[in-house]
């Protein structure tokens, strides 16, 4: 009834080619990212920001850098985490050795950092493809963990190979407040998926996705398999590396080689198979669907007032959330998003559905 | 299709509930307790919680609280996971009527995360034995309280027995000494003082990182078989200390000859490798394993009264004990901070003066059934240790037996390394130290 686009003509080649043709989806995302930014501060409490909005969309970040990758240009990669590594690890060393630069121009470098890394990296994707080729990856995942581990000057030489950011300014704001980092942390994710929403609908976004659905097929019709890939893992790797920057500087303060072990790679590839490979908006379900749950069931008794033991409550936790994934993939294997397209369907057609 | 949204809309309700937290009553401290029930770590976390449950339970039980004060206490898995772990803080800092009187981390990882924002949110952290080394230095770490020891003191004490051992620090020339550690901040952490050790005394250091969990170690021992170390010293957690002594047993090397950290001495850590582990030595954090006095009261408030949260023959082991000192420093905190600021629950703050303040002399020990198991404790604003001593306990394949006397790490070596270390803390994070009235 209200979700119809009957009567929006398109009337110039722009209109047809806008990220969202249909108003009300327009209106809908408008709405959202304006109470981001301006009902969100107002409401929330500290938890709230600092244990589910920042993880969240600093995960996001990374998830739609990995979707890149994975979803739109079909090449696995396990060494997510390696490159959040190389992306905090670079920021931690810029803002150390060079404190006069700016915090935004320390996240962008330590991007450039990590997508150095990944283009490097990247290269065995030339010859190796599918399986073979993660295994490749997870090389580089055990590889960069090493490194932060071991090579001393990357940690300043921090006895216990432990480091920690100091104060962060912007423009001589300081940003120290959850809502602080909470705004500085959203533009930057509004930025960042716009860029990549444009970038997929592209022409190089096409030509991640011919690779793709058929790399021999999208050779034959002129798609260079060197540029698409290694752009597809720069970018990504870029996105990973800012997202591993903010991950250290904005969540943490004080990190180990141990914040970016293998578990941050797997969780960031369960966050785009859940949310949906291949799609930005699935990107964001799968971070906060990864993120959010396994709080919500730790804490899910305690509302209910059910008294039960800690440990019985992280064990249920973990089955449940084991649970949920599997549910969540049978009822739909395309992921989060797909089920929003489905909704979307649906409510296009009530409330008189034939 | 529509099936499909339907149980989607479901699980968005479910999920949908508010993230809101019940209110306390007033007269009430809250103490938020971070502890690992379940993980790779689960072994050695469950008896150091059970510790510091059952010794909230029996002051409220006993005494009716702090002064009247009800202790309220609220567990949070962390799996010994930071992120996990800062969760936690974030979840638990706010609550009761005047906030977390402080925090127990236990973890060095969850320690240095929340060093960074325990002078934010004005909430002390009880780091007791662990945690950054440097972080005694109270001028610049003002919220860290790495009570009774840090693991420079403990590597100190070590080299100090292996010296008396050997006949003094100058037979120890040309020794080799191997570092088993966790690949981690926690592993890591003694590796300046061992350092610093070595080049005054020129024997050699080999450092031999084993990574998370700590279940492969074959190739680290491996090396020690090669290269026959003439001591080597354990700096595991979990079930890396474990593995590491059956591994020792695998390659023949004498058990008699390692050195664990008072975290890799406890009954979890040898009771696996059976027999192999009699000879295996720790450091203690001053307690070692048995009951003692306090335990008359624990088994008369507490677990008479069926309010115990481990076993009663639980309650003489070496973390057990640990989680209970480590429960009456933070509660004897909050005591003293009640003499200057009232009866009443104590905000943060308030907590960290009394925790800076704290004097646990012997009569005090005594009177609080801890007489035999800690030596005084004494905290000032430059010194948040408040004490450096501990001995070596040695697994006899039943029981863990104290077989040295006293050692007190030597304060010329650690000083200049934690005003060294400190200061370039301080420089790189901006921070002022405050001046410490001279003592």
Redesign the interface.
């Known amino acids: 009834m209200f979700y119809r686009e009957a009567g929006q003509f398109k009337t110039t080649y722009n209109a047809d080619q806008a990220i969202f043709p249909i108003s009300q989806d327009r209106w809908f995302v408008t709405a959202v990212v304006l109470f981001a930014f301006l009902g969100v501060p107002l409401l929330a409490g ?3 920001f ?3 909005l920042i ?1 969240v969309l600093i995960l996001a970040i990374a998830a739609i850098g990995l979707n890149i990758l994975t979803g739109y240009c079909g090449q696995l990669s396990l060494g997510t985490g390696g490159f959040m590594a190389v992306g905090a690890y670079a920021a931690y060393n810029l803002a ?1 050795r060079l404190p006069e630069l700016n915090i935004i121009v320390v996240f962008l470098l330590a991007g450039v950092m990590a997508m150095l890394v990944g283009l490097l990296f990247g290269l065995p994707s030339l010859r190796i493809k599918g399986f073979y080729l993660a295994v490749a990856t997870l090389a580089s995942q055990f590889f960069l963990e090493w490194a932060f ?1 071991r090579v001393k000057w990357f940690t ?1 030489y921090a ?4 480091v ?4 962060i300014e912007f423009f001589g704001f300081p940003i ?1 407040t959850p809502m602080q980092k909470y705004l500085f942390v959203l533009t930057l994710v509004v930025v960042f998926a716009l860029v990549a929403k444009n970038l997929v609908r592209s022409r190089i976004g096409r030509m991640w996705m011919a690779t793709r659905d058929m790399d021999i097929a999208a050779e034959i019709i002129g798609i260079r398999p060197l540029t698409a890939k290694l752009s597809a893992f720069a970018i990504s790797s870029f996105y990973i590396g800012v997202a591993g920057a903010l991950w250290g500087f904005l ?6 080689p ?2 970016f ?1 293998i578990n941050r790679s797997f969780q960031v590839l369960f966050m785009i198979i859940i949310g949906g490979l291949g799609s930005i908006l699935g990107s964001f379900l799968g971070a906060a669907f990864i993120v ?2 396994p ?2 069931l ?3 008794p ?2 209910l007032g059910i008294p039960l ?3 019985a ?3 249920i936790e ?1 089955m449940v959330f084991g649970a ?1 994934i599997v549910f969540f993939l049978i ?2 294997p395309h992921g989060l998003a797909r ?1 929003w397209a ?2 979307k369907e ?1 409510l296009r057609l009530w409330p008189f ?1 034939y | 299709m529509s099936r499909k949204i339907q149980v989607f809309a479901v699980a968005l309700v479910l999920g949908g509930a508010a993230f809101t937290a019940p209110a306390l009553a007033q007269n009430e401290q809250f103490i938020p307790n971070l502890v690992y029930r379940t993980g790779a770590y689960a072994p050695n976390g469950i008896p150091f919680a059970n510790g510091v449950a059952d010794y909230y339970n029996l002051v409220n039980e006993r005494d009716g609280g702090i002064n009247g004060v009800k202790i309220v206490f609220e567990e949070c898995d962390t799996g010994y996971a930071t992120d996990r772990g800062v969760e936690c803080y974030e979840r638990l800092k706010g609550k009761g009527p005047t906030g977390a009187a402080y925090v127990i981390p236990l973890s060095t990882g969850i320690t240095y995360a929340l060093t960074e924002k325990a002078p934010v949110d004005k909430i002390p952290i009880i780091s007791m034995g662990y945690g950054r080394a440097d972080s005694r230095d109270g001028s610049v770490y003002q919220w860290n309280f790495p009570m009774v020891g840090t693991y420079w003191t403990a590597a100190d004490i070590i080299l100090q027995h292996i010296a008396k051992k050997e006949g003094g620090f100058d037979k120890l020339k040309g020794k080799k000494v191997a570092l088993v550690y966790h690949d981690s901040p926690y592993g890591k952490e003694p590796i300046t003082l061992l350092q610093k050790r070595a080049s005054m005394h020129s024997f050699e250091l080999m450092l031999l990182p084993v990574t998370h969990p700590g279940v492969e170690q074959k190739a680290t021992w491996l090396q020690i078989r090669q290269n026959r170390p003439d001591y080597v010293l354990l700096w595991g957690w979990g079930v890396m200390n474990s593995t590491a002594i059956k591994e020792a047993v695998a390659v023949a090397y004498p058990r008699e000859k390692m050195y664990g950290v008072w975290w890799s001495g406890a009954e979890p850590d040898v009771r696996p490798a059976e027999d192999g582990a009699k000879g295996y030595n720790a450091a203690t954090l001053q307690h070692s394993a048995g009951q003692f006095k306090l335990h008359e009261d624990l088994k008369k408030f507490v677990y008479d009264k069926g309010k115990g949260v481990a076993k009663w023959d639980e309650t003489g082991e070496v973390l057990y004990i640990r989680g209970v000192i480590n429960a009456m420093l933070g509660v004897e905190g909050i005591r003293t901070a009640q003499e200057k600021y009232g009866k009443k629950p104590m905000t943060g703050e308030q907590v960290r003066w009394g925790l800076e303040n704290l004097n646990l002399t012997a009569a005090r020990i005594k009177q609080l059934g801890f007489e035999g198991v800690l030596q005084p404790i004494k905290l000032s604003c430059s010194d948040h240790e408040g004490a450096r001593t501990g001995r070596i306990q040695t697994w006899d394949g039943k029981n863990w037996k104290i077989t040295s006397d006293w050692y007190t790490g030597d304060d010329s070596v650690i000083g200049p390394l934690v005003k060294e270390t400190a200061a370039k803390y301080a420089a790189e994070k901006k921070i002022t130290p405050v001046t410490c009235p001279a003592s």
Do not use: C, M
Not at chain 1, 159 to 162: C, L, N, Q, Y
Not at chain 1, 164 to 167: E, F, I
Not at chain 1, 251 to 256: D, M, S, T
């Open positions: 500290q938890y709230l600092t244990e589910v993880p150390l581990a300043n006895p216990s190979g432990s920690a950011v100091g104060k120290e969540r943490l303060g004080a990190w180990e141990l914040a072990d959010l749950t709080i919500f730790n804490q899910l305690s509302w033991s800690t440990a409550i992280s064990h973990f949920l009822i739909e089920l489905i909704g649906k559905p």
